[in-house]
């Protein structure tokens, strides 16, 4: 890390959350580094020092790893406070931090339908996955790509209850808030005012 950049945000183009907490560190200015992880990478050093094998992580200059991104921006607004993501007004501050939560908890259902639940997405992100973070998978590649597809589909489609009885449920609920975010974006830039709050980097995110 530099004097320039203190912090380091590792990072994957390929994580739900990664545009989230790059998205809010660039609107803040915080200065920082980022660093694009693979596999290696996330086994010997993320995990060692989070205990998890997920990204985004930031590490501070002083060796504190941060995880998890509203509890990160949270430790970051203490820190820098211009510009602030919650609104100051503490009834709008507690339907900013309600709809924040629920496009972090909710709206990661249709996410990971929409990529791994048709064809055509599930190869882009199988390939993209393995050129991206694996690189050099232990087997073959047309291997390693159906083991992580048969993974995504198991634990964050199926096993997060996107099934044929609920499937039409989530979708509904995809396009209903796409309704609602336009109706409230036709009266203002960002969803709670004229700049951006902790809310619309949850629904960036999504």
């Given at each position: 890390m530099s004097a320039a950049a203190p912090f380091r945000l590792y990072y994957m183009d390929l994580s739900y959350f990664s545009g989230k907490m790059q998205?809010?560190?660039?609107?803040?200015?915080?200065?920082?580094?980022?660093?694009?992880?693979?596999?290696?990478?996330?086994?010997?050093?993320?995990?060692?020092?989070?205990?998890?094998?997920?990204?985004?992580v930031v590490e501070t200059p002083d060796g504190l790893w941060l995880r998890d991104t509203t509890p990160m921006i949270d430790w970051f607004e203490a820190r820098f406070p211009d510009g602030p993501v919650l609104p100051t007004d503490e009834t709008q501050a507690f339907?900013?931090?309600?709809?924040?939560?629920?496009?972090?908890?909710?709206?990661?259902?249709?996410?990971?339908?929409?990529?791994?639940?048709?064809?055509?997405d599930r190869e882009l992100y199988g390939r993209r996955f393995i050129e991206d973070f694996i690189h050099h998978p232990p087997g073959t590649r047309w291997l390693t790509k159906r083991f992580l597809i048969?993974?995504?589909?198991?634990?964050?489609?199926?096993?997060?209850?996107?099934?044929?009885?609920?499937?039409?449920?989530?979708?509904?609920?995809?396009y209903s808030t796409l309704a609602q975010l336009t109706d409230m974006l036709r009266e203002s830039p960002f969803l709670m005012g004229p700049q951006p709050a902790l809310v619309d980097y949850g629904f960036y995110a999504s």
């Open positions: 998205a809010y560190l660039q609107y803040k200015e915080i200065p920082h580094e980022l660093v694009h992880i693979n596999w290696s990478m996330m086994s010997n050093h993320i995990l060692p020092h989070t205990g998890m094998m997920q990204v985004p339907f900013c931090r309600l709809l924040e939560d629920y496009a972090d908890e909710w709206m990661w259902r249709p996410a990971l339908h929409y990529r791994w639940s048709f064809k055509k048969h993974r995504q589909l198991q634990t964050y489609v199926r096993g997060d209850g996107i099934r044929k009885a609920t499937r039409a449920h989530v979708e509904d609920s995809y």
